[in-house]
């Protein structure tokens, strides 16, 4: 009798493990996503590398956002794999999530100089950017095998960031010209 009622609540907690919905956080995979990111600021104008984070935001609603999983840092270079402007997060559990009903999702980026989460990036009005807001049906396929296989981000578009340099790069330019100036003058 022991061994059934364990063998019970074995199986109870497998069925709801499998029922939260999955999504593979990636802006880059064989569906085609195609979700690259440029930063557009100033001077740059560029895919984005390493020195940038990407967070993924879900919700059961387009006002209800808010981060799941970890940000992670843009790939460097071509030579990884993916390139640069691309994340590959991996797979990220949306337990707040139905995966029948799916949800809501959006990608936010930022120069990790700008902050350690996009909201810091935003309340230093540092370079940051988001991605469409697009929803997914359905988080996983019950009937794939093995069941709950996350599903690619579908509907992702490429996006920017932007930001303006800061303001001690602007301070040190016109001090250079300034002094420039005064030397031509003597």
Do not use: H
Request: hydrophobic share 45%.
């Amino acid at each position: 009798m022991k061994k059934v009622l364990i063998i019970a609540s074995l199986l109870v907690a497998t069925v709801g493990v499998l029922a939260q919905g999955s999504v593979n956080f990636a802006t880059k995979t064989g569906s085609g996503v195609a979700g690259f990111c440029t930063d557009v600021s100033p001077g740059v104008n560029a895919l984005v590398g390493s020195a940038y984070l990407g967070q993924l935001y879900a919700g059961a609603t387009a006002d209800s956002l808010a981060p799941v999983g970890t940000a992670v840092a843009f790939k460097n270079s071509v030579a990884t794999g993916a390139g640069l402007g691309w994340l590959a997060g991996g797979e990220v559990d949306l337990a707040s999530l139905s995966p029948t009903t799916g949800g809501y999702f959006q990608v936010r980026a930022w120069l990790a100089a700008s902050g350690a989460t996009y909201e810091a990036a935003l309340a230093s009005n540092g370079v940051k950017g988001v991605s469409n807001v697009f929803q997914l049906t359905t988080l996983g396929d019950p009937n794939a095998k093995p069941p709950g296989l996350p599903v690619d981000l579908i509907g992702l578009q490429a996006f920017t960031v932007t930001g303006v340099p800061e303001p001690s790069t602007l301070v040190l330019g016109v001090l250079g010209a300034s002094l420039f100036l005064l030397r031509r003058r003597s």
